[in-house]
């Protein structure tokens, strides 16, 4: 008997299927511990309120914060305001007309502060602010993995008891993405003098956890794969429309033909536009980035990959970019050029994936569409004869990211085959087939 739409039970499996899927969603696993956690430490009582330092701590193995850089928002839980900031400011001021003489710097319900730009004078500045907004991972740059800020509140409270935790935490970085929880009293957090030898705690401290999903960052992918073999001809281009599709008529300028007479000009725009959006090279994939990965050569004790990562967007400079390859034989990776190369075990002992990213002030940064815009390395793995084959796909990774982003692969039934395996495969189809025919006309010949 099938269930009706309109049954109770039909709605409830509707509802926790969908609950599986948003978190799913929210959930990296070559990263599963990786998160944002904001920390807000009260240092000291004014006559109204507080001092406190907030700091952002990017947790996250391989997915950075980049330009132009991160928004934290918030709602007061009473009538507070802010009366002054260090390392960052709000974007808004807010009606503070009630106030006469001193005016506070913020008088919104709900705040949204930004990280001041490089070039503050020191008199404005504190500890790990005034970069931008930019973040870098932990795994790939933990000296650059915070950002700070000094918040003066008023109308606040002066204790532990009339102090109330402010609710509804935003974190854009730099566009939507993340979804922060509920900000929890935690113990205070201790600090040492440089010198080592006295220690000081906050008056009190509340923490935030904001996790990262992909599909709130943005509804279409944001970069693919293609692949291909030095034992076929075939080279498997990334899926048409990967990442949207080409169309004139209903999004005029949705691309930029490379063969334009008009690029340089629409190249120089982009400087002076806010827009996020990328603007992308007309390709019939239409993602921003491209991965490719081409097994090269093939040794007796070795194999060897050659890994191409293209910008197809005019808008955009890839500065700290990174690459998180899942693939087996990555436990045997001997050498790799260009690239630096950093394991991830997420699998506690299993060792299958690995983050490759450029080596500063050389191919770190990665240009914008164009002539300069791809970078590329050359991986060198050892061959471990209980494991290694050509066939079946076993060449290509299983999975790669993009600066935290998963990038779409092709369908596996298009990957490049070994020539030998497919033609006995089609020399043994042909046989039944001829096998069939002879034997239905030796049947109709005695009929």
Not at 142 to 158: D, E, K, R, Y
Request: glycine share 6%; hydrophobic share 35%; proline share 7%.
């Amino acid at each position: 008997m099938g269930l009706s739409f309109r049954s109770p039970t039909f709605l409830l499996f509707f509802l926790l299927s969908c609950f599986t899927f948003t978190s799913i969603e929210a959930y990296d696993a070559l990263d599963p511990n990786g998160n944002i956690t904001i920390k807000w430490d009260v240092i000291t009582w004014t006559p109204d309120g507080y001092v406190a330092v907030v700091t952002m701590f990017n947790f996250q193995q391989y997915r950075h914060i980049a330009a132009p850089g991160w928004t934290l928002g918030w709602t007061w839980a009473k009538k507070e305001v802010i009366w002054s900031m260090m390392g960052g400011q709000t974007t808004e001021q807010g009606d503070c007309s009630r106030y006469k003489g001193n005016v506070p710097h913020c008088c919104k319900k709900d705040p949204t502060v930004v990280d001041l730009l490089p070039g503050t004078p020191y008199n404005q500045q504190i500890a790990n602010c005034c970069k931008g907004g930019v973040i870098n991972s932990w795994g790939q740059d933990p000296s650059n993995a915070a950002s700070s800020f000094q918040i003066s509140v008023g109308a606040a409270g002066t204790t532990n008891k009339t102090v109330r935790v402010p609710k509804n935490f935003t974190l854009k970085a730099p566009g939507p993405g993340y979804t922060c929880g509920p900000a929890k009293i935690v113990k205070p957090t201790k600090f040492v003098t440089s010198d080592g030898r006295r220690t000081t705690q906050a008056m009190m401290t509340w923490n935030v956890t904001c996790t990262y999903s992909q599909f709130l960052a943005q509804k279409t992918p944001s970069c693919c794969v293609s692949l291909s073999s030095f034992y076929n001809d075939t080279i498997v281009p990334c899926p048409t429309c990967t990442c949207g599709c080409q169309n004139n008529l209903t999004q005029p300028g949705s691309c930029v033909n490379p063969d334009s007479p008009y690029i340089a000009s629409v190249v120089s725009a982009r400087e002076k536009s806010n827009n996020l959006s990328p603007l992308v090279q007309c390709t019939s994939h239409m993602c921003p980035i491209r991965v490719h990965w081409h097994v090269k050569l093939n040794y007796k004790d070795y194999w060897r990959v050659k890994v191409t990562i293209t910008n197809f967007n005019y808008r955009m400079n890839y500065s700290q970019w990174n690459l998180v390859v899942q693939h087996p034989n990555l436990d045997n990776l001997t050498q790799i050029f260009s690239f630096n190369y950093k394991p991830l075990n997420p699998y506690q002992n299993i060792n299958d994936t690995a983050m490759l990213y450029g080596v500063k002030f050389y191919n770190d940064f990665l240009e914008q569409a164009g002539h300069n815009g791809n970078v590329q390395s050359e991986l060198l793995f050892r061959k471990d004869k209980s494991t290694f084959t050509f066939e079946k796909g076993w060449g290509f990774p299983r999975r790669i990211y993009f600066n935290g982003d998963n990038c779409v692969m092709p369908p596996p039934d298009a990957y490049p085959y070994l020539p030998n395996s497919s033609l006995r495969q089609n020399v043994s189809l042909l046989m039944m087939f001829i096998t069939m025919l002879i034997s239905i006309a030796f049947h109709f010949s005695f009929v």
